[in-house]
Each structure stands twice: as structure tokens, then as C-alpha cells.
């Protein structure tokens, strides 16, 4: 069995289910949010087959309604928060009118998870994590990035005025760092 299956935790189990539910074509986005959450706090570990880790990703895809829908938004927000589980055919009805203040809100937050420095490092080398890390261009999601995943930047690149590039180039060398002190530390 152990052959057939994968166990997840953490970030890894919490962006599986993110995907998992966002996958479900009949999941609009509030519903879909609160299965993920729901689901991520109630489960501290899965067991998944291999087969559903390696089907391709679909992208998940913003929940569009017409504007037109905008103003029921207001009265349907209070009735599907408490009442989640018991009344799903309401719920649904509901909670289509709830994606257009979702979205508009602002933009996506950064996910500073997006892609694994360290897996990155290992897998391609230098010049792929710098490749990779090309794509975040805020100064800010680059440190935010190496804080989550416990990359620690010198001290004069943690705050204050610093170019990405040399930001990326202090996590590129913090990271090889740290895989060079783990492979001294383990024999």
C-alpha cells in the first residue's frame, strides 16, 4: 500500500486540498474557500494515491458572474457563514453572488510557497533557483519568501533599500549555504 500512496502535511497537504477543491467543477469560490479551510484545519495529514498526484494541474480558474449580481452579495454573506454544513441546495444559490467581491478586492496575495527555494536548488542548481526567482520582481515577496521558507538573507539585505537582484542573489547563496551545511552535518 505504502508503494500506492503519498502522505501529506503541512503546506504540501494544505495546497493539495486548495487544488483538489478547486478542481471540482460544480464549487464556486466561496464554497470552495470554505472546504479548504474547513478541510485544512479539521486534517493533519493525508494518505493520497500517486495516480491523483500525478494527473495534470488544472489551473484554477476565477469565479466570473456578471456585475448585475453584485448587490445580493450584501443580504447573502450572513445566512451561509454559520448554517455551512446542514443546507447545501441554499448555499449554493447563495453563494455565486459572493465571487464578485471576492475578486475584486485587490490583487491575488503572494504566495511565498509558489515554489520550493531549497527542491529548486537541488533539482537545478544555482542558475535554476535564479531563473525561477526572475519571476518575483516585488522586493517584498522576495524577503517574504525567504522568511516563510526559513532562508535566512545577511542583514543588510533583510530590510531597507536593496535591488532585487541582489536580494535574489542572497537567497540563491543562503540557500546553497544551507544545503552545504546540511550535507556536512550529515556525514
Known amino acids: 500500500m505504502n508503494e500506492r500512496t503519498v502522505k501529506l502535511?503541512?503546506?504540501t497537504k494544505d495546497r493539495f486540498l486548495e487544488r483538489f477543491f478547486?478542481?471540482?467543477p460544480g464549487l464556486d469560490a466561496p464554497t470552495r474557500q470554505r472546504l479548504v479551510q474547513r478541510s485544512q484545519?479539521?486534517?493533519?495529514?493525508?494518505?493520497?494515491r500517486k495516480t491523483v498526484l500525478a494527473r495534470p494541474r488544472v489551473p484554477l480558474k476565477p469565479a466570473t458572474t456578471p456585475s448585475a449580481k453584485l448587490p445580493e452579495a450584501q443580504p447573502a454573506a450572513p445566512p451561509t457563514a454559520p448554517t455551512a454544513p446542514p443546507p447545501a441546495p441554499t448555499q449554493h444559490a447563495a453563494t455565486p453572488a459572493l465571487a464578485p467581491t471576492a475578486t475584486p478586492a485587490g490583487p491575488t496575495p503572494f504566495d511565498p510557497y509558489a515554489f520550493g527555494l531549497v527542491p529548486i536548488f537541488q533539482r537545478e542548481g544555482a542558475e535554476g533557483?535564479?531563473?525561477?526567482l526572475e519571476a518575483v520582481t516585488d522586493v517584498a515577496h522576495l524577503r517574504q519568501m525567504a522568511?516563510?521558507?526559513q532562508i535566512v538573507l545577511p542583514q543588510e539585505l533583510r530590510s531597507g533599500d536593496?535591488?532585487?537582484?541582489?536580494i535574489r542573489a542572497g537567497i540563491v547563496e543562503a540557500?546553497?549555504?544551507r544545503i552545504?551545511?546540511?550535507?556536512?552535518?550529515?556525514?
Not at 162 to 166: E, I, L, Q, T
Open 9 to 11: 502535511s503541512g503546506h
Open 22 to 24: 478547486g478542481e471540482e
Open 41 to 48: 484545519s479539521a486534517f493533519s495529514s493525508l494518505r493520497v
Open 129 to 132: 533557483l535564479t531563473a525561477r
Open 147 to 149: 522568511k516563510a521558507q
Open 162 to 166: 536593496a535591488a532585487a537582484d541582489a
Open 175 to 177: 540557500v546553497g549555504k
Open 180 to 187: 552545504k551545511d546540511r550535507r556536512a552535518a550529515a556525514g
